[in-house]
């Protein structure tokens, strides 16, 4: 339970402020009171490692709380009939996943796994020559820390993945059930109607009251040839705007709180935290599912599954959970000597949205951000839940172009735009938290403490660099190798550098940029200064140094028909070749979509849902 919830600690704290006067303790009770509505145990469903331990028998066991796992527990227990069993690597959400603004000071704490890729000819000025790829390991997984973008992703994505043999997944199909998990707040129109619903668990909100930096990049964008667009998750996607988000009453609204907190107290749903999947069980000599072992506390805990086992962990625990399963590639689970129960091609066709930056300044003025002025901030936003930090503004807008075919409805670019205040990198420090190295950081450091710094980030959305993961060891506890392999094919860095002509340093060059004072700032570094500015090869350079990965990580566990020789799962997201066992999750993309994967995963987990329940109450037939 969280401190402030806890009647004897906040009694012991206010009984110690007595002297301080009325006015100040009845200050501090409202505090524990509106953190406790945030962030309190109760909102949760209790850890049922009792329940299983008395009785570990279960329909069905979703692995991993996440984007998806949490959405599949949720539909699955709709049946009265079914018990269920979802399992959790991490615990409860914390008061930083709740606050909106504080998103990014979850990225090396306890609710992240905190991943780092393996080296390679990117992320070079990183301390382990390595990106970060954070991952929620907490209720809600990484809906529980990302940046709350809602965002479909393109059309032709989903009809591309059903022209290759992925039955029931076109853009038609699946637009059900983006509407189905939806509660759209903003203007309810006819045309809306098409592409939005109202009557789903996930809170989707239109940004209000603009910032003016907001305002001043869209009036950019438009000035070189952009068009500002009303809603990227309706009719079109190419554009600039700034982005719906998965935020209510001005909370992060996760698939936690979508899917888990209402229905906590559902008597078929048990819900396991702070353990970890280590492998899935089958019946021996068979490829029949039979349950799945868990770690926790020390002790090996087994539990047995009915019907199914769905794996929910995501594009790197997923595959790594098989692969110990003995589901992978021959060779390499017979090299770390682990029982080879189906050959697949799992941890392979790891795709992810791979970005660069560029920096712009402004001189501050008179304005300063003080610890003083971001703790008031703060203060508001508990007592009356308004302020800076009720929502991710101003680093809401996104933009989507291609920049080969700029009439082209699919964009093989798209743009973040982060907008950092004087001295604040003392307080939200980006490049610490990802791991870069003392130059990189001190010099960033020192531009921001007295200018605002905006990165225009340039998103590769379909890499031709494809990577993969594989086990480092037998182990469960040790963390798979991953290899990104970004900017392997060289067409990834061509992308990348139009973009940074077409649009990153093209603002710049605007009306508005000029007026408002924005100046282009590039970081020294050595291995780039042996270049001009602004040529291919500095602009490689920077990519190269300073490269993100948009944590997006995709597709390991393919999905695609018998004939796909990449592929580990069929339509109807089951293991190939055994019974029992689905994956549900964005592991399963056979390519990466063109935009944010949030709400593409959560639209994965609703189809797969309803294929599970298709598959046992309308057919009658055990898989």
């Given at each position: 339970?969280?401190?402030?919830?806890?009647?004897?600690?906040?009694?012991?704290?206010?009984?110690?402020?007595?002297?301080?006067?009325?006015?100040?303790?009845?200050?501090?009770?409202?505090?524990?009171?509106?953190?406790?509505?945030?962030?309190?145990?109760?909102?949760?469903?209790?850890?049922?490692?009792?329940?299983?331990?008395?009785?570990?028998?279960?329909?069905?066991?979703?692995?991993?709380?996440?984007?998806?796992?949490?959405?599949?527990?949720?539909?699955?227990?709709?049946?009265?009939?079914?018990?269920?069993?979802?399992?959790?690597?991490?615990?409860?959400?914390?008061?930083?996943?709740?606050?909106?603004?504080?998103?990014?000071?979850?990225?090396?704490?306890?609710?992240?796994?905190?991943?780092?890729?393996?080296?390679?000819?990117?992320?070079?000025?990183?301390?382990?020559?390595?990106?970060?790829?954070?991952?929620?390991?907490?209720?809600?997984?990484?809906?529980?820390?990302?940046?709350?973008?809602?965002?479909?992703?393109?059309?032709?994505?989903?009809?591309?993945?059903?022209?290759?043999?992925?039955?029931?997944?076109?853009?038609?199909?699946?637009?059900?059930?983006?509407?189905?998990?939806?509660?759209?707040?903003?203007?309810?129109?006819?045309?809306?109607?098409?592409?939005?619903?109202?009557?789903?668990?996930?809170?989707?909100?239109?940004?209000?009251?603009?910032?003016?930096?907001?305002?001043?990049?869209?009036?950019?964008?438009?000035?070189?040839?952009?068009?500002?667009?009303?809603?990227?998750?309706?009719?079109?996607?190419?554009?600039?705007?700034?982005?719906?988000?998965?935020?209510?009453?001005?909370?992060?609204?996760?698939?936690?709180?979508?899917?888990?907190?209402?229905?906590?107290?559902?008597?078929?749903?048990?819900?396991m935290k702070n353990a970890l999947v280590t492998k899935v069980l089958f019946h021996p000599g068979t490829k029949s599912v039979k349950g799945i072992q868990i770690s926790?506390?020390?002790?090996?805990?087994?539990?047995?599954?009915?019907?199914?086992?769905?794996?929910?962990?995501?594009?790197?625990?997923?595959?790594?959970?098989?692969?110990?399963?003995?589901?992978?590639?021959?060779?390499?689970?017979?090299?770390?000597?682990?029982?080879?129960?189906?050959?697949?091609?799992?941890?392979?066709?790891?795709?992810?949205?791979?970005?660069?930056?560029?920096?712009?300044?402004?001189?501050?003025?008179?304005?300063?951000?003080?610890?003083?002025?971001?703790?008031?901030?703060?203060?508001?936003?508990?007592?009356?839940?308004?302020?800076?930090?009720?929502?991710?503004?101003?680093?809401?807008?996104?933009?989507?172009?291609?920049?080969?075919?700029?009439?082209?409805?699919?964009?093989?670019?798209?743009?973040?735009?982060?907008?950092?205040?004087?001295?604040?990198?003392?307080?939200?420090?980006?490049?610490?938290?990802?791991?870069?190295?003392?130059?990189?950081?001190?010099?960033?450091?020192?531009?921001?403490?007295?200018?605002?710094?905006?990165?225009?980030?340039?998103?590769?959305?379909?890499?031709?660099?494809?990577?993969?993961?594989?086990?480092?060891?037998?182990?469960?506890?040790?963390?798979?190798?991953?290899?990104?392999?970004?900017?392997?094919?060289?067409?990834?860095?061509?992308?990348?550098?139009?973009?940074?002509?077409?649009?990153?340093?093209?603002?710049?060059?605007?009306?508005?940029?000029?007026?408002?004072?924005?100046?282009?700032?590039?970081?020294?570094?050595?291995?780039?200064?042996?270049?001009?500015?602004?040529?291919?090869?500095?602009?490689?350079?920077?990519?190269?140094?300073?490269?993100?990965?948009?944590?997006?990580?995709?597709?390991?566990?393919?999905?695609?028909?018998?004939?796909?020789?990449?592929?580990?799962?069929?339509?109807?997201?089951?293991?190939?070749?055994?019974?029992?066992?689905?994956?549900?999750?964005?592991?399963?993309?056979?390519?990466?979509?063109?935009?944010?994967?949030?709400?593409?995963?959560?639209?994965?987990?609703?189809?797969?849902?309803?294929?599970?329940?298709?598959?046992?109450?309308?057919?009658?037939?055990?898989?």
């Open positions: 339970m969280s401190w402030a919830c806890n009647p004897a600690v906040t009694s012991m704290i206010l009984d110690s402020y007595q002297v301080a006067g009325p006015l100040f303790v009845q200050t501090l009770q409202t505090l524990f009171a509106a953190q406790c509505a945030l962030t309190s145990d109760h909102l949760w469903p209790d850890d049922a490692t009792e329940s299983v331990l008395q009785d570990p028998n279960y329909d069905f066991i979703v692995v991993g709380a996440g984007s998806a796992g949490s959405v599949v527990a949720n539909r699955l227990s709709e049946v009265p009939d079914w018990k269920v069993l979802l399992v959790e690597a991490g615990g409860n959400p914390a008061l930083t996943t709740e606050v909106p603004q504080l998103f990014y000071s979850n990225m090396g704490t306890s609710l992240d796994w905190g991943y780092k890729t393996e080296p390679q000819n990117a992320c070079r000025s990183y301390t382990t020559k390595g990106c970060a790829w954070p991952r929620g390991k907490v209720l809600g997984g990484s809906s529980s820390i990302n940046g709350m973008f809602y965002v479909r992703a393109n059309k032709a994505d989903y009809d591309e993945w059903a022209a290759d043999g992925n039955y029931g997944w076109s853009y038609d199909e699946i637009l059900p059930y983006f509407k189905k998990s939806e509660n759209f707040t903003g203007e309810f129109t006819e045309e809306r109607s098409k592409y939005h619903g109202r009557d789903g668990p996930i809170n989707i909100v239109e940004p209000t009251e603009p910032n003016v930096f907001e305002q001043l990049i869209i009036q950019a964008a438009v000035e070189i040839g952009l068009k500002n667009l009303s809603d990227v998750n309706g009719a079109e996607q190419m554009g600039i705007t700034a982005c719906q988000s998965n935020i209510k009453d001005n909370y992060r609204y996760s698939t936690a709180r979508a899917f888990l907190s209402n229905v906590r107290d559902r008597k078929n749903l048990h819900v926790k506390d020390g002790q090996d805990i087994i539990v047995n599954a009915k019907k199914e086992v769905i794996l929910s962990g995501g594009a790197i625990n997923s595959p790594q959970i098989l692969m110990l399963s003995g589901i992978g590639p021959k060779q390499h689970l017979e090299d770390l000597d682990i029982e080879v129960i189906e050959d697949l091609p799992v941890g392979e066709n790891l795709q992810d949205h791979v970005f660069a930056p560029v920096f712009y300044s402004k001189e501050a003025g008179e304005y300063s951000t003080s610890i003083e002025a971001i703790s008031a901030a703060f203060v508001e936003y508990l007592l009356k839940g308004t302020g800076l930090f009720k929502n991710t503004s101003p680093h809401r807008v996104i933009s989507f172009m291609n920049t080969t075919h700029p009439d082209s409805s699919m964009p093989d670019i798209q743009h973040h735009h982060l907008v950092m205040p004087p001295s604040v990198s003392n307080m939200v420090d980006v490049f610490e938290k990802h791991g870069f190295d003392d130059n990189i950081y001190q010099q960033y450091s020192e531009i921001n403490k007295n200018n605002f710094m905006m990165h225009v980030y340039s998103v590769v959305l379909r890499p031709k660099s494809k990577g993969k993961i594989i086990l480092k060891s037998k182990n469960p506890h040790e963390y798979p190798l991953i290899h990104a392999n970004y900017f392997d094919d060289p067409e990834d860095v061509k992308t990348m550098i139009r973009s940074m002509r077409q649009y990153a340093l093209k603002l710049g060059e605007t009306k508005t940029f000029e007026a408002a004072g924005w100046k282009l700032k590039w970081l020294k570094i050595d291995t780039c200064d042996a270049f001009e500015k602004t040529t291919d090869e500095y602009l490689e350079c920077i990519a190269r140094e300073l490269t993100f990965s948009l944590y997006h990580p995709t597709s390991t566990v393919k999905m695609g028909p018998k004939t796909d020789k990449g592929a580990v799962v069929d339509p109807e997201l089951r293991v190939y070749n055994v019974k029992g066992l689905r994956v549900i999750d964005a592991s399963i993309m056979p390519d990466i979509v063109r935009g944010n994967t949030n709400a593409p995963t959560i639209m994965i987990a609703e189809r797969g849902s309803d294929m599970i329940k298709e598959a046992w109450l309308n057919k009658h037939t055990e898989l």
